[in-house]
C-alpha cells in the first residue's frame, strides 16, 4: 500500500463453538460497521473504489491456521484486500460447554482487527 487514508480496528467473538474464523469475520464486521467513507473515491488513482487497497490484519488467541481468509475477504465490498493473521487476542473461559452449540471446551476466542484503507 502506497498511502494509508484511515485505519478502522474492531473485536469479534465466539463465545460457543471455538470458530476462529466466526470471531474474525465478526471482528473485520466491527471495525466497518460505524464507518462511512463518502469522500473516498477522490483520493483514490482514477476515483475508482477497486483502485482501493485494504489490508486486514486479525490477532487470534488459537487455530490461527484455521482461519478462512476467502470468508474474510468476502466482508469488503470493494477493493483489492489482503488478509494477515498473526498471534494475539485472547481466549477465556465461557464458564459453560455447551454441546448444542458445537463446544470442545468452555473456551471463548475474541480477535482483534485492524483495516487498513488507502492505495
Do not use: W
Request: contains cysteine; proline residues 3%.
Amino acid at each position: 500500500m502506497e498511502k494509508i487514508i484511515f485505519i478502522e480496528t474492531g473485536t469479534g467473538i465466539d463465545v460457543h463453538g471455538q470458530n476462529i474464523t466466526k470471531a474474525c469475520i465478526r471482528a473485520v464486521e466491527n471495525a466497518l460497521h460505524y464507518n462511512s467513507m463518502p469522500g473516498i473515491k477522490e483520493y483514490l488513482p482514477g476515483q475508482d473504489l477497486h483502485n482501493m487497497r485494504v489490508n486486514v490484519k486479525l490477532a487470534v488467541p488459537a487455530d490461527k491456521e484455521l482461519v478462512d481468509t476467502d470468508q474474510v475477504t468476502q466482508e469488503i465490498p470493494y477493493g483489492m484486500v489482503t488478509v494477515e493473521v498473526i498471534d494475539g487476542g485472547m481466549a477465556t473461559t465461557s464458564g459453560i460447554i455447551l454441546e448444542d452449540q458445537a463446544d470442545k471446551n468452555d473456551l471463548m476466542y475474541m480477535v482483534n482487527a485492524a483495516v487498513e484503507v488507502g492505495y
